[in-house]
């Protein structure tokens, strides 16, 4: 496959990362979907009653197309040398989580609210891991 040339991202701190969660906000979904399948579904089942085991079933798991919004960010440094990176954001997403438990049970979620705050702490490179 040859290389496709991305199209640039500019403009304020929020607005290039906005557009960076945008563009791989398709990706996020799918390992989101992958996680549902592959390893909570499995993990739910191993933890049911035996006779249950297998029954749940995770059958729609998708974070929708709303993206994250980013604001503020901030860069503060902190005593020896640390910085930090703290990005506040805020998720409402549409999603779809619809999971069955047997036959006649049916479970699902269709929105999802996240507000808080990422921080990314910068150390100086040590000698010893």
């Known amino acids: 496959k040859s290389a496709e040339k991305a199209p640039a991202i500019s403009g304020s701190d929020e607005a290039w990362l906005g557009k960076l969660v945008e563009m791989i906000w398709p990706r996020v979904d799918i390992w989101f979907h992958k996680l549902m399948i592959e390893k909570i579904q499995p993990q739910i089942n191993d933890r049911m ?3 249950l085991q297998g029954c749940i079933v995770v059958k729609e798991a998708t974070l929708g197309q709303v993206t994250p919004k980013f604001k ?3 860069v503060r440094k902190r005593e020896d040398d ?3 990176l703290d990005i506040g954001f805020t998720l409402e997403s549409q999603m779809s989580l619809n999971l069955t438990a047997g036959r006649f ?3 699902g979620a269709q929105e999802l609210s996240f507000k808080g705050a990422l921080s990314v702490v910068f150390r100086p490179q040590r000698d010893v891991p």
């Open 49 to 51: 009653p035996t006779h």
């Open 82 to 84: 640390v910085v930090v």
């Open 72 to 74: 503020p960010l901030t």
């Open 105 to 107: 049970v049916e479970l």
